[in-house]
Nanobody, 125 residues
Framework: QVQLVESGGGLVQAGGSLSLSCAASGLVFTDYVMGWFRQAPGKDREFVASISWSGSGTNYPDSVKGRFTISRDNAKRTVWLQLNSLKPEDTAVYYC??????????????????WGQGTQVTVSS
């Protein structure tokens, strides 16, 4: 049984930082691109970051580029998302996902096979 378990969310003031982690089990971790998505109330799920199986390739949308950093440790079967310079509009539930996707399609949530339960990030102004 595949499990992705996120942790590290919380409440932070604007300009602050948080580090999210996602521990994977039940899958061959190196077979999967790992992604982070977020969803705010009343909005669609939004791509935040992805990382290739080796960790050598990453993708970010312009909205978070330069502020968020994704990384992975295949030996620990864990992926992290470092969130810096947080803004109130970053408030959302953040989800970890695993998928066999090409880098150019890693923004598409439909390409991912497995999802975590999500962790809440709230940024106060």
């Amino acid at each position: 049984q595949v499990q992705l378990v996120e942790s590290g969310g919380g409440l932070v003031q604007a300009g602050g930082s948080l580090s999210l982690s996602c521990a994977a089990s039940g899958l061959v971790f190196t077979d999967y691109v790992m992604g982070w998505f977020r969803q705010a109330p009343g909005k669609d799920r939004e791509f935040v970051a992805s990382i290739s199986w080796s960790g050598s390739g990453t993708n970010y949308p312009d909205s978070v580029k330069g502020r968020f950093t994704i990384s992975r440790d295949n030996a620990k079967r864990t992926v992290w998302l470092q969130l810096n310079s947080l803004k109130p509009e970053d408030t959302a539930v953040y989800y970890c996902a695993a998928g066999r996707v090409f880098g150019s399609a890693s923004w598409d949530p439909k390409r991912y096979n497995y999802w975590g339960q999500g962790t809440q990030v709230t940024v106060s102004s």
